[in-house]
Every structure is written in structure tokens, then in C-alpha cells.
């Protein structure tokens, strides 16, 4: 079966500049996950989805981060405007059910560099 | 605090030889632990996921232990082969009625050399 795709792998951007990263979670999977991990720590939850609607978005810096998953299938994570500490590798992941012991399925993740 | 400390840092080993990767956690109400293997530049992959009432479990090479009374977990990783170069991160997962979060340990860096 496909894996959990995203785009673009890389970006780089300027401070204050606008990016968005694309994820296509394996299909029929009703959980997808947006994680943050910078270079030398674990990833860290930034967003998560149960179908179209948010399960837990604690984590999510809101004032300048946004995702969205409309027809509960794809979904796109934004960073407007960008800071250098948003340097990271941004990792989407998704699971069959929402549940204590489902096995979530990481994409290869999008490294974004702000400079 | 919910936290999860992994030992050590980094690791270079020998291929063929064996190790064993550290994990402690301070996590409340436990659920479950995982270990996933991350590759450089790949998303994390997962290698065991064990419940409370789980002492061992194996996949393949790869073998992990659980402590819960210690609060601690280990992986090792018999006659290890190049492939074995990675992150090894520790997680675990805590469910209340808030639902199931995933606390992610830092990650070990093993190094398998020639």
C-alpha cells in the first residue's frame, strides 16, 4: 500500500515570508498528525485530526501557524509569517482509527530552512 | 512533567556487535511504549509497541523491554548490520480523558561501522 506522502521535501525561506506543506495520509486513515521536529529532538504534535475536525491542537502556535484537512482526506499545514525557530523537519503522520494503540505511519517529512 | 530521557546520546558500534539503547520515563497515565527507528532524512518508523502488562517483545533483530514498576524500557539490537545506522526514538503514550498524546524521547544516534 502507498505510505503517507508530502510536498514539497525541501524549502527554504526568508523570515517573515509565507510557506505551506501539502499531506496525502495513507488511504482510509481517519487520523492524520502534524509534527514539528527540530535537528537532534524528538518530533512534537502540532496538530491532530479526526477526519475533518481537530482533535487537539494544544501545541499549534496559533498567531502564526494553520492547517486544515477540508474533505478530511488531504491536508495543508501553513506557517504565515515565518520565524527563524520554525526551522525544522515537519513531519505528517496518520492512523487507521484514533485509538491508544494505533500504529501511526510517518510521511518522509518536509525540511523547511528560514533564513 | 511528562518527560521521556533516552541514554545514550550516541552510540558507534561495530558490525556484528550488540547494543542495547536506554529509555526512562516520567509519563502519567501510561498507555503504551514504542520505539521507531528513524533513518536520516526518512519519517520514524515503527519497531515494537508494548502495553503495561508487556515485559518483552522482539521484531526481528531488535528486541524491547519494559519495566513498569522502574519506569523504564530497553532496546537491543543483536548483530547489528550497517542498515542499523539511525535514530532509535522512545515513545510513549499516555491516555486520559483528554485522549492519547505521544511523548517522543530525543532519540539515540547509533552508528554501525565496517
Known amino acids: 500500500e502507498a505510505g503517507v506522502a508530502q510536498s514539497p521535501r525541501y524549502k527554504i525561506i526568508e523570515k517573515r515570508q509565507s510557506v505551506a506543506f501539502w499531506c496525502n495520509p495513507i488511504s482510509g486513515h481517519a487520523t492524520l498528525y502534524w509534527y514539528q521536529q527540530i535537528l537532534g529532538q524528538g518530533p512534537k504534535l502540532l496538530i491532530q485530526f479526526q477526519n475533518n475536525g481537530v482533535v487537539d491542537d494544544s501545541q499549534l502556535p496559533k498567531d502564526r501557524f494553520s492547517a486544515e484537512r477540508l474533505k478530511g482526506v488531504d491536508s495543508t499545514l501553513k506557517i504565515q509569517p515565518a520565524k527563524l525557530e520554525d526551522s525544522a523537519v515537519y513531519l505528517c503522520?496518520?492512523?487507521?482509527?484514533?485509538?491508544?494503540?494505533?500504529?501511526?505511519?510517518f510521511g518522509p517529512g518536509t525540511r523547511l530552512t528560514v533564513t | 512533567k511528562n518527560q521521556v530521557e533516552q541514554s545514550p546520546q550516541s552510540l558507534i558500534i561495530l558490525e556484528g556487535k550488540n547494543c542495547t539503547l536506554q529509555c526512562n520515563y516520567t509519563v502519567s497515565p501510561f498507555s503504551n511504549l514504542r520505539w521507531y527507528k528513524q533513518d536520516t532524512g526518512r519519517g520514524p518508523v515503527s519497531l515494537t509497541i508494548m502495553t503495561f502488562s508487556e515485559n518483552t517483545k522482539s521484531n526481528g533483530r531488535y528486541t524491547a523491554t519494559l519495566d513498569a514498576d522502574t519506569k523504564q524500557s530497553s532496546l537491543h539490537i543483536t548483530a547489528s548490520q550497517l542498515s542499523d545506522s539511525a535514530s532509535y526514538i522512545c515513545?510513549?503514550?499516555?491516555?486520559?480523558?483528554?485522549?492519547?498524546?505521544?511523548?517522543f524521547g530525543k532519540g539515540t544516534t547509533l552508528s554501525v561501522s565496517s
Open positions: 515513545v510513549v503514550s499516555l491516555h486520559n480523558q483528554a485522549g492519547t498524546a505521544l511523548i
Open positions: 503522520a496518520s492512523s487507521l482509527v484514533l485509538s491508544e494503540l494505533s500504529e501511526q505511519y
